[in-house]
């Protein structure tokens, strides 16, 4: 996350968790089982369960209130809206639905056939993936804070290409609310615009074994997939200020 990063190590409770800021320092995390209502700044940790949402203000962890019994899915955006999908045991449609201070504010059913995967939000736009069978094959995003849905289909993303399942997709959205779209170390598409119509893919100095946005910057890690001596073509840290078209390499 933006300024550091937050460990809720398991089994340890309260006492075992920490931020560590940019410089190395350590400051102890306050972890609460009271649900907190999502406010902007407020950041979604990580990991898929529990489901936590870490303040910065008061470096405290908590699960997010007013999310719907059944979610399995969540993002948080810079507003302080909580996204989250919403899967009943029931033969109901899957559901996105969004909320803010602990309220709802709306919902938006996940057309058929498809199944919702992953869930990205910022920048107004908020995008689930869609999935059917063991395969992703397009999107169900809003890039008007939930006014209105559209299923993105192609847009230039050749999802039959995507053959490593949904487990390994990787979505986020830029602080301008482009899209970028793509495979654990495979190939990425990038958004043209907040509009998020048609994508591009983005081309990479080296072979990326994961690649993650800040804002709107870029930032691809080049590094062996298994511990290893030998050295990887292109290996480090690289970034990107302008969508993919110029990488320089971090220290050199």
Same mark, same amino acid.
């Given at each position: 996350? @933006?300024?550091?990063?937050?460990?809720?190590?398991?089994? $340890?409770?309260?006492?075992?968790?920490?931020?560590?800021?940019?410089?190395?320092?350590?400051?102890?995390?306050?972890?609460?089982?009271?649900?907190?209502?999502?406010?902007?700044?407020?950041?979604?940790?990580?990991?898929?369960?529990?489901?936590?949402? #870490?303040?910065?203000?008061?470096?405290?962890?908590?699960?997010?209130?007013?999310?719907?019994? #059944?979610?399995?899915?969540?993002?948080?955006? $810079?507003?302080?809206?909580?996204? =989250?999908? +919403?899967?009943?045991?029931? +033969?109901?449609?899957?559901?996105?639905?969004?909320?803010? +201070?602990?309220?709802?504010?709306?919902?938006?059913?996940?057309?058929?056939?498809?199944?919702?995967?992953?869930?990205?939000?910022?920048?107004?736009?908020?995008?689930? =993936?869609?999935?059917?069978?063991?395969?992703?094959?397009?999107?169900?995003?809003?890039?008007?804070?939930?006014?209105?849905?559209?299923?993105?289909?192609?847009?230039?993303?050749?999802?039959?290409?995507?053959?490593?399942?949904?487990?390994?997709?990787?979505?986020?959205?830029?602080?301008?609310?482009?899209?970028?779209?793509?495979?654990?170390?495979?190939?990425?598409?990038?958004? +043209?615009?907040?509009?998020?119509?048609?994508?591009?893919?983005?081309?990479?100095?080296?072979?990326?074994?994961?690649?993650?946005?800040?804002?709107?910057?870029?930032?691809?890690?080049?590094?062996?997939?298994?511990?290893? #001596?030998?050295?990887?073509?292109? $290996?480090?840290?690289?970034?990107?200020?302008?969508?993919? @078209? $110029?990488?320089?390499?971090?220290?050199?």
């Amino acid at each position: 996350m @933006r300024g550091g990063f937050v460990r809720v190590p398991p089994g $340890e409770g309260a006492e075992g968790a920490y931020a560590l800021d940019v410089r190395g320092k350590r400051h102890k995390a306050v972890i609460t089982e009271t649900p907190m209502r999502t406010r902007p700044g407020d950041v979604l940790l990580a990991e898929l369960e529990p489901t936590l949402v #870490y303040r910065p203000a008061t470096r405290t962890v908590a699960p997010p209130a007013g999310a719907p019994d #059944y979610a399995i899915r969540f993002a948080v955006d $810079e507003r302080g809206t909580a996204w =989250s999908l +919403d899967q009943p045991l029931t +033969d109901a449609p899957n559901r996105v639905v969004w909320q803010r +201070d602990g309220h709802t504010l709306g919902s938006r059913a996940v057309p058929k056939p498809y199944t919702g995967g992953v869930l990205a939000a910022r920048g107004g736009t908020a995008a689930l =993936s869609l999935t059917r069978g063991e395969r992703v094959r397009g999107l169900l995003l809003t890039t008007d804070r939930g006014e209105h849905w559209r299923t993105v289909l192609t847009g230039g993303i050749p999802w039959q290409d995507l053959k490593r399942g949904p487990e390994s997709l990787v979505m986020e959205s830029l602080a301008d609310g482009r899209l970028l779209v793509g495979e654990e170390g495979g190939r990425y598409w990038l958004a +043209d615009d907040r509009a998020d119509n048609a994508f591009h893919e983005v081309k990479t100095p080296a072979a990326f074994t994961s690649l993650t946005v800040d804002g709107t910057t870029l930032y691809g890690i080049a590094d062996a997939t298994t511990a290893t #001596y030998g050295l990887v073509k292109g $290996e480090g840290l690289w970034i990107s200020r302008d969508g993919g @078209r $110029e990488w320089h390499r971090h220290g050199r």
